[in-house]
């Protein structure tokens, strides 16, 4: 049989966690990644090097990907220290990153050189070969600019886009990405934040226009807390309805929801503050927004917080993508 293909989109530490269990499987990867963060080292980075997209997003996702030994991992991930000056809070994978970035002429080509060194499992593109920048539109008209400056403003989102950060042109999607889901017998979205690390590939044109026009179903695997300043109050269908309402046309096929209850001591916990509570369950405006709905047990708790477990829903990507080929 054909190997799947399998283009998982987003950003943050969410498709992380798939993409290492997905890696272990007979499928065929490509990571699509967000470029908007402009928050902590790579906020820092974007503003010292103009025209390098955020490193930190790539970076987790090329450690996922990678079958490098576990020591490796630990010196690409290394953080410096916050007495060490102006590398302080750097990890030292983003500094290669930059580097790269800067040598080969574009944060694509430095990912296409660097999956080679790392012998990652698939491709990762960066959505967009230049940085952007995140505006939200709240619902009292008010608007903000920067993915780290969302949280700092009460109220409710009604739509996200991007700009382009240093010129007036329109974000345009990196080289290989459209083909990617053009060609790709399933899309994954997240898991992630909805807003921050899912949205800002999305509303790229050229990738909307994409999951359009695709024929792979487009599976999302929905938060399992909600979140400080983006998704407080949220159902599981309300961020199905989001997605839907930023892609203009009912485009997701599958929703992967927890169903396993979380434990009071992880809600509003002090280590992840940004994360509240459960997602509350709507399954009648689930049905109303995707055509399946999967619901099951897809937690992992791990170091006070609740996370997806990775193999789970992998395991339900797999059994989906092999039903429908």
């Known amino acids: 049989m054909r190997r799947p293909k399998i283009a998982v989109i987003g950003g943050g530490t969410g498709i992380s966690v798939i993409l290492d269990s997905?890696?272990?499987?007979?499928?065929?990867?490509?990571?699509?990644?967000?470029?908007?963060?402009?928050?902590?080292?790579?906020?820092?980075l974007r503003k010292n090097i103009q025209q390098l997209t955020p490193p930190g997003d790539l970076r987790n996702v090329l450690v996922a990907l990678s079958d490098m030994p576990r020591f490796y991992e630990k010196v690409f991930q290394y953080r410096f220290?916050?007495?060490?000056?102006?590398?302080?809070?750097?990890?030292?994978?983003?500094?290669?990153?930059?580097?790269?970035?800067?040598?080969?002429?574009?944060?694509?080509?430095?990912?296409?050189?660097?999956?080679?060194?790392?012998?990652?499992?698939?491709?990762?593109?960066?959505?967009?070969?230049?940085?952007?920048t995140l505006h939200a539109v709240f619902a009292d008209g008010s608007e903000v600019a920067g993915e780290s400056h969302l949280a700092e403003h009460q109220g409710m989102i009604e739509r996200v886009y991007v700009?382009?950060?240093?010129?007036?042109?329109?974000?345009?999607?990196?080289?290989?990405?459209?083909?990617?889901?053009?060609?790709?017998?399933?899309?994954?979205?997240?898991?992630?934040?909805?807003?921050?690390?899912?949205?800002?590939?999305?509303?790229?044109?050229?990738?909307?226009?994409?999951?359009?026009?695709?024929?792979?179903?487009?599976?999302?695997?929905?938060?399992?807390?909600?979140?400080?300043?983006?998704?407080?109050?949220?159902?599981d269908a309300d961020h199905v309805a989001v997605l839907n309402r930023h892609l203009g046309s009912d485009v997701i096929d599958n929703v992967l929801v927890n169903?396993?209850?979380?434990?009071?001591?992880?809600?509003?916990?002090?280590?992840?503050?940004?994360?509240?509570?459960?997602?509350?369950?709507?399954?009648?405006?689930?049905?109303?927004?995707?055509?399946?709905?999967?619901?099951?047990?897809?937690?992992?708790l791990e170091n006070g917080g609740a996370f997806h477990h990775g193999d789970l829903v992998v395991d339900e990507l797999m059994h989906l993508v092999r039903n429908k080929s």
């Open 259 to 300: 169903i396993k209850k979380v434990p009071k001591e992880y809600m509003a916990s002090n280590k992840f503050d940004e994360y509240l509570v459960q997602v509350e369950h709507d399954f009648e405006g689930l049905r109303r927004e995707a055509k399946t709905v999967v619901s099951s047990n897809f937690l992992r």
């Open 22 to 44: 997905l890696r272990k499987k007979d499928v065929d990867i490509a990571a699509i990644v967000t470029v908007a963060d402009d928050g902590g080292s790579s906020g820092e």
């Open 81 to 132: 220290a916050e007495e060490d000056g102006a590398l302080a809070g750097h990890p030292l994978g983003n500094l290669i990153i930059a580097g790269i970035s800067e040598m080969q002429g574009s944060t694509y080509n430095a990912m296409q050189l660097l999956t080679k060194f790392f012998h990652t499992t698939g491709k990762i593109y960066p959505s967009c070969d230049t940085p952007l």
């Open 163 to 235: 700009t382009n950060t240093y010129n007036d042109e329109e974000p345009k999607a990196s080289r290989k990405v459209v083909d990617a889901i053009m060609n790709s017998d399933m899309i994954v979205l997240g898991p992630g934040s909805l807003y921050t690390s899912i949205l800002p590939n999305l509303v790229i044109p050229e990738i909307r226009q994409a999951l359009l026009e695709t024929k792979a179903d487009v599976t999302y695997i929905c938060n399992i807390m909600t979140q400080y300043g983006e998704t407080e109050q949220f159902s």
